[in-house]
């Protein structure tokens, strides 16, 4: 058997630790603000997330809450209780020497998240998602850990709550891991309980193993994997990182076990802007961490928030209602379901208006201006009004889809000014019918070489008509209008 055979016949087996930062409006064990963007370093702390001595943890309501609805949304099990323990290590960010963390009671536990690649549907079992702190966050001036002058630290974000969701080794390609991370986001937008632009919102730590491909029908058995080495990357920041970390490191356990080299089980770091992984000191084992019971925490009852706590309907579900329900393609429908906030945006000018007009409207006209702008729905969603009344415009026939785009819409969103506005200053308003009828009785008299072509089978002929009717009417006919009427007029015996 050749080298390249054999390295053929693995395929990579990958689960994935997520971190995901939980938009609460005060930090998860003290009253202190999550709202730190802009803020001074060091301003948003109190003696409980500085860990100063004899400070005692007050667990917030809400984290809690995230986290149940990020459960139900995961269809994962809440327990009768959840409880928090030390995990106990030494790091500046974290001058307790420990993290409060969950341990063998996490808030949810067997889960699931329905994933497609390639037209694929995959289910990718969740292991177990728990509520956690954020360490602070440390900056290095003058260079990289290793070499930098000093460090400075800021505390701002410690004890921002953050959520751990454990996957089962389910992954068996990079694109698999991309596409679950871009879902998971898309779900937790829709529960309100993240904010992607967020710096550090999203933090990816994955486990890849080679395993012999044989061996990957069904599920993997418990026996290969574990005696597959396994590789852990860190410092995964995006969906778009996951993929790429995990194709290089694919290509170099492929690359080691073609030359009958044995993959070393370790930590890797990536690094985004050099495209590698590369070793990192070697992992502390679970028991280096000494989990103890958090003793200033009393365990909660949860079992049943799960069943009192609503959640939105979800994006998948969505989708299908939007296409049954407004007769949407599958693209359009995907498009508008995007975001909570446009889905939301789109079904009240459906509601109100046509669909089909409001799907165009929505998905092609408005997000492609937004985009071209650099803006987001959010940036607008508080001028609903003024984008269904200029739909409404459009759906009334009171001024040209051309118009309305080219024109109103654009000025809506550089100018900030109202639809009726635009329209009254600009003489946008369709002319009337009669006026449409005058103007193209003048063309036709105007221009008798034209009729005379047109009559003569040279269809190019009625474009010049049009042209001469729209330039007459100030571009404020409907030109499909005056193609009607023109034909009426040059077809009359
Ligand atoms: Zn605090």
């Not at 100063?52 to 459960?71: D, S, T």
């Not at 170099?252 to 370790?266: I, T, Y």
């Not at 208006?353 to 959010?378: F, I, K, Q, T």
């Not at 785009?405 to 009726?420: I, Q």
Request: contains cysteine; glycine residues 6%; hydrophobic residues 35%.
């Amino acid at each position: 058997m050749s080298a390249q055979a054999v390295a053929e016949e693995f395929a990579p087996v990958i689960g994935l630790e997520v971190h995901v930062q939980l938009e609460t409006e005060t930090k998860i064990f003290c009253g202190c603000s999550t709202d730190t963007a802009d803020a001074e370093p060091n301003s948003h702390t109190c003696p409980t997330c500085l860990g100063l001595p004899g400070a005692l943890p007050v667990l917030n309501e809400a984290a809690v809450e995230a986290a149940v609805r990020l459960g139900k949304a995961l269809r994962a099990d809440v327990p009768e209780r959840t409880s928090f323990h030390r995990k106990n290590y030494f790091y500046p960010d974290l001058p307790k020497g420990f993290q409060l963390t969950q341990y063998d009671a996490p808030v949810c536990q067997n889960g699931e998240l329905e994933v497609r690649v390639e037209g694929r549907r995959r289910t990718i079992g969740i292991t177990r998602a728990h509520l956690e702190e954020d360490p602070g966050s440390l900056q290095h001036v003058g260079g990289s850990i290793a070499t930098a002058d000093y460090t400075l630290v800021d505390y701002n974000r410690a004890g921002t709550p953050l959520v751990e969701i454990v996957t089962e080794p389910d992954f068996r390609s990079p694109a698999e891991t991309r596409a679950f991370l871009a879902k998971l986001e898309e779900v937790l937008e829709y529960l309100g309980v993240y904010d992607g632009q967020r710096d550090g919102s999203l933090r990816v730590d994955a486990n890849i193993s080679m395993v012999p491909a044989d061996d990957l029908e069904g599920e993997v058995a418990e026996e290969t994997l574990a005696a597959a080495n396994r590789t852990e990357v860190k410092n995964i920041s995006s969906h778009k990182g996951a993929e790429k970390a995990l194709a290089y490191e694919v290509t170099r356990q492929r690359n080691a076990l073609q030359r009958g080299r044995e993959v070393e089980q370790e930590t890797r770091h990536w690094d985004e802007s050099r495209g590698i992984t590369v070793s990192m000191r070697s992992k502390e084992a679970e028991k280096d961490y000494r989990y103890f019971p958090e003793a200033d925490l009393p365990p909660l009852e949860v079992a049943h928030w799960r069943e009192e706590l609503e959640i939105p309907e979800l994006p998948d579900a969505r989708r299908e209602r939007f296409r049954e329900e407004y007769g949407l393609s599958a693209e359009a429908a995907s498009k508008l379901t995007s975001t909570k906030a446009v889905a939301d945006f789109f079904e009240g000018v459906a509601r109100e208006y046509d669909p089909a007009l409001a799907a165009s409207w929505v998905a092609d006209h408005l997000l492609g201006e937004l985009n071209y702008r650099d803006m987001e729905l959010a940036d607008v969603a508080d001028r609903f009004d003024e984008f269904a009344r200029l739909v409404e415009l459009v759906a009334a026939e009171e001024i040209t889809e051309k118009n309305a785009r080219e024109t109103v819409l654009r000025e809506m969103l550089d100018a900030g000014r109202a639809p009726d506005e635009i329209v009254e200053a600009e003489g946008l308003g369709k002319t009337s019918g009669d006026a449409v009828k005058s103007a193209v009785e003048a063309a036709v008299a105007e221009n008798p070489d034209a009729v005379e072509d047109y009559r003569g089978g040279d269809e190019g002929a009625i474009n010049f008509l049009v042209g001469q009717v729209m330039q007459k009417t100030g571009g404020s006919a409907d030109p499909a209008q005056v193609n009607e009427l023109l034909r009426e007029e040059l077809d009359r015996p």
